[in-house]
Each structure stands twice: as C-alpha cells, then as structure tokens.
C-alpha cells in the first residue's frame, strides 16, 4: 500500500549546488506534508511542512513546493552543503483524528564536497 | 529543546520472548505514536495512543502488541511473543495536538530478534 512514494532512492549533488527531492501520493484525503531528516541509528527529524492550503513553504535553504493537482511535493535545498547528507523522507497525514504519518521509502542525498 | 527519549538504544532478544519498549514522550505532548522501520524499508505506523486508549492502529499492529502509558510520563510498546520478522527500529513519537504540526520523534530502539 504505497500512498506516498519516493521514486528516487539516491541522489548526489555538488556542495553549493541545488538538490531536488521529489516525492508522490495518491491519497487525495491527505491534506498536510512534512520532510524528515534521518541519519543512521538516530530517529527522524523535522525539517519543513505544508499544509494542503499553500503551494509553497520556505525556511532558510529549504523551501517545499506542493502540486495538489499533481499529488507531486518537492523538497529543494540550496544551497547544498556536505552536512545535508543524509536520508530523506516524504511524509502525508489526512484528516484523521491520530494523524498518523504515512512516509514514503526514503531518499539518499549525498552532497559532494 | 525538548525531546522525545527511547529507551533502550538496542535490545536483543530470543524468539518467543517479551520485550518491553520504553518512551519518554515531551511532556505536554497529548498524542502519542510507535512506528518501526524494518532495514531497508520506509517508516510505518504501528499505533497511536490519545486520552489513555488507542485511537488507531495498523494492521501490523496485532494481539502480539500492546501499548501503555502506566504513569503520567512513561509509553510503553509490549510485544508478547517475538518474531524473527519483528527485528526493526522502532521509534516513539509524539505530538502536542490536533493535526500533524508538531511531531516528533525518539532516536529509536534497534530490535533484533534471534
């Protein structure tokens, strides 16, 4: 049952360049987003959200770009830097009442110095 | 900042055993949430526990796995009778309210099961 995916498993990028991370969902009941940042053997991290309302979610170097229409969300991150390197996951939550998380399978970054 | 704490970071166990995980969830967080991730595989939801009962479960979540919160601080994951198949990092979150602003999760405890 894969309501969120992440068709790219890896990804590498030069340091100061911009990476793109790109997840898909097909559930058209969720109606909030979140990245997650996650380093081995540690639990994973907030990053940034968005709700269902906007299109566009900016924090620093990271900005979320949602496509409703597309159920196509995209992480960016510019500049890269080494320290960015890391798994990254996709996340949906509906209107449940738990708003239980539904993460997509991960993505590698990797950022060349 | 404040954080949500796993306890412990590894627990290695004999098939057919009891193990008991251990969270500590932010303090005036109301939601509370177990996921695991199988190596290699995405996070997935176990349970999510609100108001002393559990408001939702999966279906990995069967009569092998139970939930408590015995005190105002601890949340607990039994799993009464472990499988091969159970061996995954289990990782306790929490929330403070309604929607899914907010979540955070433990560092994880790494189960193996031999």
């Known amino acids: 049952d894969q309501q969120v995916k992440q068709n790219s498993p890896s990804l590498s990028v030069q340091e100061g360049r911009i990476s793109i991370l790109n997840c898909d969902y097909t559930?058209?009941?969720?109606?909030?987003f979140l990245w997650y940042k996650k380093y081995p053997a540690e639990g994973p991290t907030f990053l940034i959200s968005i709700s269902s309302i906007k299109d566009k979610n900016e924090d620093g170097r990271f900005t979320v770009f949602l496509n409703k229409s597309a159920k196509h969300l995209s992480l960016h991150i510019v500049p890269s830097q080494p320290g960015d390197s890391a798994v990254y996951f996709c996340a949906a939550s509906g209107q449940t009442g738990a708003n239980n998380l539904f993460f997509g399978t991960g993505t590698r970054l990797t950022v060349i110095p | 900042e404040p954080e949500v704490t796993q306890t412990p970071s590894h627990q290695v166990t004999q098939m057919g055993q009891e193990v008991i995980l251990r969270c500590v969830p932010i303090?005036?967080?109301?939601?509370f949430y177990w996921y695991r991730q199988i190596l290699g595989q995405k996070v997935e939801f176990l349970v999510s526990f609100y108001n002393n009962e559990i408001s939702e479960k999966s279906e990995i979540f069967d009569d092998q796995f139970s939930v408590e919160r015995p005190d105002g601080s601890n949340f607990t994951l039994k799993i009464r009778s472990t499988k091969l198949e159970d061996s995954a990092m289990y990782f306790c979150?929490?929330?403070?309210?309604?929607?899914?602003?907010?979540?955070?999760f433990g560092s994880g405890t790494r189960l193996t099961v031999v």
């Open positions: 979150a929490s929330r403070i309210g309604q929607g899914a602003y907010g979540y955070t």
């Open positions: 303090s005036n967080h109301l939601y």
């Open positions: 559930n058209s009941m969720f109606d909030y």
